[in-house]
């Protein structure tokens, strides 16, 4: 290889990091998952297998990336999960913390290369001692139980130790791999390494007759090899060394004495195997100085170097591929691009709208077309920004299991809707507040097993997350069966805070006084919760995204926290309306109603004007006023009024009239002009003007 | 550089004998191979003496891996069939490791 082209494969690797650094997440993701789901009982082989999966391929992968600290960690996390999975220690529940540990250590040290995060070397080095001593404390106990039986002459436990361990099996392989492998970088003597770790391999090269020496290709592979291994490990446990390295055809393995004697098991493979086989190569045979000259096993990443290769990481010529990953920027774009599309079919729509319908027939009717296709497209479009919440779902099993150990609470995370999608942007905005909640669960909702037996509950609480969609919102419900909202406490709490509170209130007007910033019943302030940050956080920050909160509570029941989000950001079904000349768009979720009021509807309180409407008075926000537009339409008995509630509080803007109800793509106008109050955005309607969208939450603010 | 010494037939092999450099140690092997084959009757396709058992010195290589273990293998087998066979020398430990490891210490001869 010249320097071009290691100059190129080099670059090819750092293109490729960005991929490491999401597989990586996503390996750490489904490690925790499953050690979250474990019970005392432990995980099965199928759990263990892919935890150590997991390990496995971060460890791989950070060793072709070049991210060697990360193999630190991992190596020894490995080891520790590959001992467990073998017997050779066995599994207690205090794992599980070691290794939620480990993983938020490679967690930081991923962070520390994809973000530039500060990286704790006192903390990889505490978690690595930790599991190494596991491992020696773990092969000790092992070791002593058996020679303590043997001494003594307990035969049966190490009967029990014996039959407890899968058979020794000797399985032939015949490995006849593809022409190019050396070109992909495949590294043998690591996989062979690996294999060797399985138990007691020899191994032979056959190469074919030589030919023409002159006219020898040196970088095609023309060798094959035959393995004999002695173990106890599966065969779907040494396919799983070749997974990526061979296709299905190009390795047998045979088992050829299903069960020998273990103790023979190394001479009996003289016999039994080919002749020519070299001497078996044990693991302890390597000198010290061999160990340090040959590289370590890095897992099964290392050996596929050319990840461009077409048979690189499994990949198949002309496999279909189930999933792309692409660039939350190239999405964007095209959904701007679907936006712009839809802008130009309205227009066109509007055009043609003044044809007449008879003689432009055909034209209407391709238009119709064109819209339905658009709308289509639009939808399309806009569903590949949407991903699962079980994204954030995923992050609760844990922190509610430390944080149940933490209060001594037992408490039971049940999820629903997992499956539910919505925009990506919401999700990474959602995840703060729900996490708020959560925490405010366990901390405040559910009661100590002691208090919720006296009650006549189970000790263990519950706490449910469940997501659907309805119509074009998103409904998260955070459920808990705890004592529910004290309602007493909640008023006590407000008039001592200056909060206006009357006993008159209804249950669903008191729950919303714990959103006022700084509202807190909690007797105590906890690190987890209590200090009274946090609800209006939640409401702020759902608000932030055109949602809505609303509380459910029962005494002594249990708690139910709604929260109603649209589908996406991007596009908004709104209601155009007109002022002087300009034209804005009011988003329908906020309307209740339009009315043309009448002068004796028209009051003045506090020299405010208010429209009063079934008995409540509703304050007047003149949209002429606020944006300084000239219209004739100035007295609001002339003009239209359209009600709008923003979590309770209403207000109604007087408009020169309605126009037609749309639904708009969401322009910035901050990124193409500058910050309008009382704006959240622009749109371009089909007669190719620019229509303001109105933020309801600011203009309330605005007006008061 | 290889060096051929006149008394006992010795090649040292120098640089990366990985997939990263057995294209260019090729011809050094083919060079060989010619010079060897000269110096003998053709027609009895066998070395002389002095020639049938040459070294190779292994103590220069920085890097090996199976594709150059797979070489060199190849040219001792071509090597073979004029009766001439190869040996090994000053085998870095770790290259000893990694050949029988790769499975081809037997074509070498190499002690286990």
Excluded at chain 1, 618 to 641: M, Y
Excluded at chain 2, 11 to 18: E, F, I
Excluded at chain 2, 86 to 100: A, E, V
């Amino acid at each position: 290889m010249n320097h071009t082209e290691q100059d190129a494969s080099s670059i090819d690797l750092k293109r490729f990091n960005q991929v490491f650094f999401e597989e990586c997440a996503e390996h750490l993701v489904e490690m925790e998952r499953i050690l979250v789901s474990l019970t005392d009982a432990g995980p099965d082989e199928e759990q263990l297998n892919a935890i150590f999966r997991a390990a496995h391929s971060i460890k791989g992968g950070a060793g072709i990336f070049g991210f060697q600290d990360m193999t630190v960690v991992t190596h020894v996390l490995e080891s520790l999960l590959d001992c467990v999975r073998n017997h050779e220690i066995p599994f207690h529940p205090t794992m599980v913390d070691l290794f939620l540990e480990a993983g938020d250590v490679i967690a930081m040290q991923l962070a520390g290369h994809r973000e530039g995060a500060q990286v704790s070397q006192e903390s990889i080095d505490r978690i690595r001692v930790k599991l190494q001593q596991v491992i020696d404390a773990g092969s000790g106990v092992a070791r002593s139980e058996i020679d303590h039986a043997a001494g003594t002459g307990e035969t049966e436990t190490v009967s029990a130790i014996d039959s407890a361990l899968p058979p020794t099996v000797c399985y032939d392989l015949e490995f006849s791999p593809d022409p190019d492998i050396f070109k992909r970088g495949i590294r043998l003597e690591s996989l062979f390494a690996e294999l060797e770790e399985l138990g007691e391999l020899t191994v032979t090269a056959k190469i074919p007759a030589a030919k023409d020496f002159s006219t020898l290709d040196p970088e095609i592979c023309t060798s094959s090899w035959h393995l004999t291994l002695v173990t106890k490990a599966s065969e779907a446990e040494i396919r799983d060394i070749f997974e990526f390295v061979a296709d299905e055809d190009q390795l047998v393995v045979r088992e050829v004495s299903p069960e020998p004697d273990p103790s023979q098991a190394a001479s009996s493979l003289e016999g039994s195997c080919d002749e020519g086989l070299s001497k078996v190569l044990h693991r302890d045979g390597i000198s010290n100085a061999d160990a340090e000259t040959v590289d370590p096993a890095l897992g099964r990443r290392t050996y596929d170097r050319n990840e461009l290769a077409p048979a690189a990481f499994g990949r198949r010529g002309g496999e279909a591929e189930s999933s792309i990953r692409v660039g939350v920027a190239k999405v964007d774009q095209l959904i701007n691009q679907v936006g712009e599309l839809v802008i130009t079919q309205l227009m066109l729509a509007q055009t043609a709208s003044n044809l007449d319908p008879v003689v432009y027939e055909n034209l209407h009717r391709s238009l119709l077309q064109l819209e339905r296709n658009t709308r289509d497209l639009q939808q399309s479009v806009m569903s590949i920004r949407l991903v699962p919440i079980s994204l954030v779902f995923s992050r609760f099993p844990r922190m509610v299991r430390e944080l149940a150990t933490k209060l001594g609470k037992q408490v039971e995370l049940k999820t629903v809707g997992e499956t539910t999608e919505l925009d990506k942007g919401l999700i990474e905005k959602i995840t703060d507040p729900l996490t708020h909640l959560v925490r405010n669960c366990i901390d405040h909702a559910l009661e100590t097993p002691e208090a919720r037996i006296g009650a006549g509950k189970d000790p263990a609480g519950t706490i449910i997350l469940k997501a659907s969609q309805v119509g074009g919102r998103i409904i998260i419900d955070v459920i808990d069966d705890g004592a529910g909202l004290n309602r007493a406490k909640i008023l006590a709490k407000a008039s001592e805070r200056g909060i206006p509170a009357t006993e008159t209130m209804t249950d669903e007007e008191v729950w919303q006084l714990i959103f006022a910033p700084g509202f807190s019943t909690a007797d105590a302030v906890t690190d987890i919760s209590g200090r009274g940050v946090g609800m209006d956080v939640v409401l702020r920050n759902v608000q932030a995204m055109s949602g809505k909160v609303n509380i459910v509570s029962e005494a002594g029941k249990g708690t139910r926290v709604t929260i109603s989000l649209p589908l996406t950001l991007a596009i908004l079904d709104g209601l155009s309306v007109a002022v002087g000349e300009e034209k804005f768009i009011i988003p329908l979720n906020a309307i209740i109603e339009s009315l043309q009021p009448t002068t004796e509807q028209l009051k003045t309180v506090n020299g405010r004007t208010v429209v009063q409407v079934r008995g409540d008075y509703i304050p007047l926000i003149a949209l002429f006023e606020l944006f300084n537009l000239s219209t004739p339409v100035t007295s609001p008995a002339k003009g239209i009024l359209v009600l709008i509630d923003v979590e309770g509080e209403k207000a109604a803007l007087l408009v020169d009239t309605l126009l037609d109800e749309h639904q708009v793509v969401i322009k910035s106008i901050e990124t193409n002009y500058r910050k309008v109050p009382g704006t959240a955005g622009a749109t371009i309607l089909g007669d190719g003007r620019v229509a303001l969208i109105l933020d309801v939450n600011s203009l309330l603010q605005m007006g008061k | 550089m290889p060096k051929k010494t006149s008394a006992a037939f010795k090649l040292s092999l120098a640089g990366d004998w990985s997939i990263g450099g057995v294209a260019d140690q090729l011809p050094v092997l083919t060079h060989t191979l010619a010079s060897l084959l000269q110096s003998q009757d053709p027609k009895k396709k066998h070395a002389s003496e002095a020639q049938s058992n040459p070294e190779i010195d292994l103590a220069k290589v920085t890097a090996l891996d199976a594709c150059g273990c797979q070489l060199l293998v190849c040219f001792h087998r071509t090597l073979q069939q004029y009766g001439i066979s190869l040996r090994l020398s000053n085998i870095p430990d770790g290259f000893m490791t990694k050949i029988r490891q790769l499975g081809f210490g037997r074509d070498f001869n190499l002690s286990h």
